[in-house]
């Protein structure tokens, strides 16, 4: 710190002569050419060559006089020195035996660096560093952790089929103790073990579970994996959940996955068709025989009179809707010129009808 | 002017008991196994893992002493560590090759072994990781080499697993290792062919499935259609096979309606010019009764 002025103008003297340096023409001895303005003036920096106050103070803790004002009495520089190595003390008491434990940690204490406890939350004092140390474990907070870190990735599955799966696992430290003292890196094991474990489960799936209707299943197999995983290696950790982001298939596929489904969506109308026709023919059917029954009922009471009604009904509207020709003699009928009376208007067919049935 | 009171004496006599106590004392953590090397002669070792441990009750983790500039510690890491192998290829029996991804995790329980089979003072555990990692590569080739490549994909995995893990554990005996377990965490096809096979594979397979459901559909369709015909026929006999003499005149009269137009229906595409000759049933009574 004292020193520091010093190598300052130290520092910018040797700037100055550095020959060809960026502030002007190498020849700086040069006195006619342009005055570097960073250079510093003849006679150093202004108020360089003063005492700082921590010269002032050291002065005095040494116990000289100096030029300045006398330390009070009965402040020798030996309580000086007592009352530096005090405040130390006290800082390194003060840092090292009290912890402040968030309500989501615990301290896992270590005595002579033996395992002797868990601080639960608040303030706690214990002695200081270094024989005792507190490290500090965040317990209660669910962390997640995302797969793969960056988009999708792909995982056979048991039908040789290739998905593209992203999922999440959350876990939290169940237990402080294993956790900071039985797995070099717990973080990169949890990780390790959720990927060999999802692996391990959607092998044994087929690629339309996987996709489909099966993850609740796989989310709770993998997770019931991993606990038993991690707790064969005393990790202390909980595996609160895993969950499926994506199971899909390659994005190559998608084409080919839509068009399954555009084939069951086709096929389901197909068979809506089919279903529709149905009910029209059927019930153009009951109102075919219904019809007919209630004619029939008729009919069976007074059958020839009906008959011959029904008929008459049937000539009369059908007849009443065409051209009609009475021929008298048999035999005539390949000479009649039919083409051109087809071409006669009705409005002249209609007199001739008339004629024809005064006869 | 006495010892004591000369601050610079006190100062380099504390600095003096520091240093012998920081070389006498050494703070041994619950993570931590310590060999003590007496002029490079392994003497004894501290913390040692055993199997059933409880960590803060029967370790040898605390404060322990040691002669100042003689012993000598080597810091071995207690824990489970991790030997991570990444992209081993891997040939099944049935000659498919695949790219496997896989860790052990072990633990040193004997670290004066680790110590003097690696010949290491220092990063122990990292020494006898590189020496586990080519024999995880041998023992994942030999194992997975001898079952077909559907028997990874089903959970006969397991199985291979095991066997892995005892392979490797004979081997790594000597380097004072307990394997604690092995496990693939990817097993993947190569990129390139086997990769484009495989896709290629379930591409033609989504096809032959969307294929199959379109003519199912169809057939269900089908049926739906012959089903209603049938239904629709069986109701028009039930009606009409109770006379079949007025059924035939009842239908002959729609159907003439029909054909003529004249049932409110739509008009029928020809025009229709009826010849009939005198002596039709419908034009008798012309005659008159008197006939």
């Given at each position: 710190?004292?020193?520091?002025?010093?190598?300052?103008?130290?520092?910018?003297?040797?700037?100055?002569?550095?020959?060809?340096?960026?502030?002007?023409?190498?020849?700086?001895?040069?006195?006619?050419?342009?005055?570097?303005?960073?250079?510093?003036?003849?006679?150093?920096?202004?108020?360089?060559?003063?005492?700082?106050?921590?010269?002032?103070?050291?002065?005095?803790?040494?116990?000289?006089?100096?030029?300045?004002?006398?330390?009070?009495?009965?402040?020798?520089?030996?309580?000086?020195?007592?009352?530096?190595?005090?405040?130390?003390?006290?800082?390194?008491?003060?840092?090292?035996?009290?912890?402040?434990?968030?309500?989501?940690?615990?301290?896992?204490?270590?005595?002579?660096?033996?395992?002797?406890?868990?601080?639960?939350?608040?303030?706690?004092?214990?002695?200081?560093?270094?024989?005792?140390?507190?490290?500090?474990?965040?317990?209660?907070?669910?962390?997640?952790?995302?797969?793969?870190?960056?988009?999708?990735?792909?995982?056979?599955?048991?039908?040789?089929?290739?998905?593209?799966?992203?999922?999440?696992?959350?876990?939290?430290?169940?237990?402080?103790?294993?956790?900071?003292?039985?797995?070099?890196?717990?973080?990169?094991?949890?990780?390790?073990?959720?990927?060999?474990?999802?692996?391990?489960?959607?092998?044994?799936?087929?690629?339309?579970?996987?996709?489909?209707?099966?993850?609740?299943?796989?989310?709770?197999?993998?997770?019931?994996?991993?606990?038993?995983?991690?707790?064969?290696?005393?990790?202390?950790?909980?595996?609160?959940?895993?969950?499926?982001?994506?199971?899909?298939?390659?994005?190559?596929?998608?084409?080919?996955?839509?068009?399954?489904?555009?084939?069951?969506?086709?096929?389901?109308?197909?068979?809506?068709?089919?279903?529709?026709?149905?009910?029209?023919?059927?019930?153009?059917?009951?109102?075919?025989?219904?019809?007919?029954?209630?004619?029939?009922?008729?009919?069976?009471?007074?059958?020839?009179?009906?008959?011959?009604?029904?008929?008459?009904?049937?000539?009369?509207?059908?007849?009443?809707?065409?051209?009609?020709?009475?021929?008298?003699?048999?035999?005539?009928?390949?000479?009649?010129?039919?083409?051109?009376?087809?071409?006669?208007?009705?409005?002249?067919?209609?007199?001739?009808?008339?004629?024809?049935?005064?006869? | 002017?006495?010892?004591?009171?000369?601050?610079?004496?006190?100062?380099?006599?504390?600095?003096?008991?520091?240093?012998?106590?920081?070389?006498?004392?050494?703070?041994?953590?619950?993570?931590?196994?310590?060999?003590?090397?007496?002029?490079?002669?392994?003497?004894?070792?501290?913390?040692?893992?055993?199997?059933?441990?409880?960590?803060?009750?029967?370790?040898?983790?605390?404060?322990?002493?040691?002669?100042?500039?003689?012993?000598?510690?080597?810091?071995?890491?207690?824990?489970?560590?991790?030997?991570?192998?990444?992209?081993?290829?891997?040939?099944?029996?049935?000659?498919?090759?695949?790219?496997?991804?896989?860790?052990?995790?072990?633990?040193i329980v004997d670290p004066l072994k680790a110590v003097?089979?690696?010949?290491?003072?220092?990063?122990?555990?990292?020494?006898?990781?590189?020496?586990?990692?080519?024999?995880?590569?041998?023992?994942l080739r030999n194992e997975l080499g001898k079952v077909?490549?559907?028997?990874?994909?089903?959970?006969?995995?397991?199985?291979?697993?095991?066997?892995?893990?005892?392979?490797?554990?004979?081997?790594?005996?000597?380097?004072?290792?307990?394997?604690?377990?092995?496990?693939?965490?990817?097993?993947?096809?190569p990129e390139g062919s086997p990769l484009e096979s495989?896709?290629?594979?379930?591409?033609?397979?989504?096809?032959?499935?969307?294929?199959?459901?379109?003519?199912?559909?169809?057939?269900?369709?089908?049926?739906?259609?012959?089903?209603?015909?049938?239904?629709?026929?069986?109701?028009?006999?039930?009606?009409?096979?109770?006379?079949?003499?007025?059924?035939?005149?009842?239908?002959?009269?729609?159907?003439?309606?029909?054909?003529?137009?004249?049932?409110?229906?739509?008009?029928?595409?020809?025009?229709?010019?009826?010849?009939?000759?005198?002596?039709?049933?419908?034009?008798?009574?012309?005659?008159?009764?008197?006939?």
């Amino acid at each position: 710190m004292i020193t520091l002025p010093r190598w300052f103008r130290r520092q910018s003297i040797l700037m100055n002569e550095t020959p060809g340096g960026p502030w002007g023409p190498g020849n700086d001895d040069d006195k006619s050419g342009p005055r570097n303005p960073w250079a510093v003036p003849p006679g150093g920096r202004k108020g360089a060559s003063r005492p700082t106050a921590l010269d002032e103070f050291l002065k005095r803790a040494r116990g000289a006089g100096g030029g300045g004002p006398q330390l009070p009495p009965g402040v020798t520089a030996r309580n000086l020195w007592l009352i530096g190595t005090g405040v130390i003390v006290a800082l390194w008491l003060v840092f090292t035996s009290i912890h402040q434990i968030g309500p989501q940690q615990r301290g896992v204490v270590t005595y002579f660096g033996r395992y002797s406890g868990i601080l639960d939350p608040g303030i706690r004092l214990t002695l200081p560093a270094p024989i005792v140390d507190v490290q500090k474990v965040d317990v209660e907070q669910v962390r997640n952790d995302d797969f793969p870190r960056d988009g999708g990735e792909n995982v056979l599955t048991g039908d040789r089929n290739i998905i593209d799966l992203a999922y999440t696992v959350r876990w939290r430290v169940e237990n402080p103790r294993d956790f900071v003292f039985e797995i070099k890196d717990p973080e990169e094991t949890v990780r390790a073990t959720a990927e060999s474990a999802m692996r391990a489960v959607v092998a044994t799936t087929t690629l339309n579970e996987a996709i489909g209707a099966g993850r609740t299943t796989i989310e709770a197999r993998v997770t019931r994996a991993m606990q038993q995983i991690l707790d064969d290696y005393q990790a202390g950790v909980r595996i609160q959940g895993v969950s499926i982001k994506q199971a899909s298939a390659p994005a190559s596929l998608v084409d080919d996955f839509n068009a399954v489904t555009a084939a069951q969506q086709e096929a389901v109308a197909n068979l809506n068709n089919a279903r529709s026709y149905s009910q029209q023919v059927i019930a153009h059917a009951q109102g075919e025989a219904a019809a007919f029954d209630k004619v029939y009922e008729q009919y069976r009471l007074a059958p020839e009179v009906t008959r011959r009604r029904m008929y008459y009904e049937t000539m009369e509207a059908v007849l009443g809707r065409t051209d009609k020709v009475i021929v008298e003699t048999p035999g005539v009928a390949p000479y009649l010129p039919l083409d051109r009376l087809r071409k006669v208007p009705d409005a002249q067919a209609q007199p001739a009808q008339q004629q024809g049935g005064q006869r | 002017m006495s010892l004591a009171r000369n601050p610079i004496a006190i100062g380099f006599a504390a600095l003096a008991a520091v240093i012998v106590a920081a070389a006498t004392f050494a703070i041994v953590p619950e993570t931590k196994q310590a060999v003590i090397l007496r002029f490079e002669n392994p003497v004894t070792t501290i913390n040692q893992w055993q199997p059933g441990q409880v960590i803060g009750r029967n370790t040898g983790a605390g404060l322990i002493a040691r002669i100042p500039f003689i012993d000598k510690i080597v810091w071995v890491d207690k824990r489970v560590l991790d030997a991570d192998l990444d992209n081993t290829l891997v040939l099944s029996t049935d000659q498919l090759r695949l790219n496997v991804d896989a860790f052990a995790r072990f633990r040193i329980v004997d670290p004066l072994k680790a110590v003097t089979s690696t010949g290491s003072t220092s990063a122990t555990e990292e020494r006898v990781a590189d020496q586990l990692r080519p024999l995880l590569g041998t023992a994942l080739r030999n194992e997975l080499g001898k079952v077909p490549f559907s028997s990874l994909l089903t959970p006969e995995r397991g199985d291979v697993m095991e066997a892995i893990q005892n392979s490797l554990q004979r081997n790594a005996r000597q380097y004072g290792v307990q394997i604690v377990d092995v496990r693939i965490k990817h097993a993947d096809l190569p990129e390139g062919s086997p990769l484009e096979s495989a896709l290629q594979s379930m591409r033609t397979a989504r096809q032959q499935e969307a294929n199959t459901i379109r003519a199912q559909g169809q057939k269900q369709a089908q049926i739906v259609r012959a089903e209603a015909d049938a239904t629709a026929a069986k109701i028009y006999a039930d009606a009409f096979s109770k006379d079949a003499d007025f059924y035939d005149f009842y239908r002959a009269m729609q159907s003439y309606r029909r054909t003529f137009g004249a049932d409110g229906g739509p008009a029928p595409e020809g025009s229709t010019t009826i010849l009939m000759s005198r002596d039709n049933s419908y034009l008798k009574e012309f005659e008159g009764r008197g006939k």
